[in-house]
């Protein structure tokens, strides 16, 4: 899906995003279920957001999303779009639950290395498959980190179902270089198409399904069919879950650390030590286009910090921890809150580098991820079910209005 290069400068800032969701909800928003599918080629011609790179750093939390949507729309006009950001919700919370299925998976693909010499490997991360559809793709995903979460799906289908390709070496490929991708939604979406999601469920498209919601735009070889295969046998997780609580102390030593999966400030106080991180911490080889997005979003954050919340900012990077201790001693402080890490790059790193230093830390929960992630352990419409009663609180007119 290509992007004009503004939308770049917006989406890594709080009043950047803001404004990208202000002309979505007065441009699209209303059209969005009939005409979300559709992938026209490009962010002006399609009728989704694209604001998940905000989301998933928590530029944007979805509590502002709900604010601003319900203040023009009733829950039952845009309910279709409130669930798709419930979906994002869902698979993280699902992942709390089962924290195995991710390093089951990064033990998958340490030992998938040698299939990356394969042709169709090479031919399919570098766009050469002969495939239009998918090098057209492949093109789109290299230069601007982005595809139509619909693409995403019969790129994934393509991949396993006709390229015969491993689904952890897609999963790694799309997380390499989508600006908005997170263990939870990317692990597990490929993972459903796989059929490994949920028992009984893989999803195989079909060229006039791909024909239908591109505007036919693309040419296919004559024989051009996907073929249903066993990909793995389905292994069941049992759910394992702590009720999770923010535990937030009154001690007038505190200091905060931000980190760049939650650039959100919800948990900061006034005038209180700050410490962000300053650079993308880049440990499963993203690419550049998402280093480079990451970096400017902890550049507008830290401004954004300085300029609305504290003068005591400080800012460190994952290589030189030393500067944490630094921070600690010269602000007196004996405790640290940080919104707490989800399943993928931090959970492990943070607990084991403040186990070295003389602070109590303490994790802040987002109210919206305890309000969600307590029904996430079986299939997403059981959390559906919920997403009215939880949402209400954050909606400003009357959540059945028609008007």
């Known amino acids: 899906m290509k992007f004009e290069r503004k939308y770049f400068g917006n989406i890594v800032s709080h009043d950047g995003s803001l404004s990208l969701l202000d002309k979505f ?12 599918n559709f992938d026209l080629g490009s962010y002006k011609k399609n009728y989704v957001s694209a604001l998940s790179p905000a ?16 203040n023009q729309f009733s829950y039952g006009q ?9 979906w994002r919700t869902y698979w993280k919370g699902w992942l709390e639950h089962r924290p195995k299925v991710w390093y089951d998976y990064l033990s998958d693909l340490s030992s998938l290395d040698d299939k990356k010499n394969n042709s169709n490997y090479v031919n399919a991360v570098t766009g ?31 991949w396993i179902f006709y390229f015969k390709l491993p689904w952890q070496l897609g999963a790694e490929f799309f997380y390499q270089n989508l600006i908005d991708a997170d263990p939870a939604s990317n692990t597990l979406s490929w993972r459903w198409v796989a059929g490994l999601q949920t028992m009984g469920k893989k999803y195989i498209t079909y060229q006039e399904n791909i024909d239908r919601f ?61 410490l962000i991180q300053s650079e993308s911490y880049n440990t499963f080889n993203q690419s550049n286009n998402v280093k480079l997005l990451s970096d400017e979003a902890l550049k507008q954050a830290i401004d954004y910090c300085k300029n609305n919340i504290s003068s005591k900012v400080t800012t460190f990077n994952w290589q030189n921890p030393s500067t944490i201790e630094k921070w600690i001693l010269e602000n007196s402080i004996n ?40 029904h996430a352990d079986k299939g997403f419409f059981k959390l559906k079910k919920k997403i009215k009663n939880i949402v209400s609180p954050y909606w400003t007119t009357p959540l059945f209005g028609t008007s």
């Open 335 to 374: 405790e640290i809150e940080i919104i707490a890490p989800t399943i993928g790059k931090y959970e492990k790193l943070i607990p084991s580098t403040f186990n070295q230093l003389d602070a109590k830390i303490f994790y802040y929960y987002h109210d919206w991820d305890i309000s969600f992630w307590e």
């Open 55 to 70: 989301i998933s750093r928590r530029i944007l939390t979805e509590r502002k999303i709900i604010a601003r949507v319900s």
């Open 128 to 158: 050469k498959t002969g495939l239009e559809c998918f090098d057209d793709w492949v093109k789109d995903l290299l230069e601007f980190g982005y595809l139509h979460n619909h693409t995403r799906m019969w790129f994934a289908s393509i």
């Open 214 to 274: 591109t505007g036919s735009r693309y040419k296919f070889p004559e024989q051009f069919k996907l073929q249903d295969n066993l990909i793995d046998e389905y292994v069941f997780y049992e759910p394992s879950y702590k009720d999770r609580e923010s535990i937030v102390s009154s001690s007038s030593k505190k200091g905060y650390i931000v980190i760049e999966e939650d650039l959100s400030f919800e948990n900061v106080r006034k005038n209180h030590p700050v």
């Open 25 to 36: 909800i007065s441009d699209k928003l209303l059209h969005y279920k009939s005409k979300r």
């Open 78 to 86: 845009v309910e279709k779009y409130i669930d798709e950001i419930c």
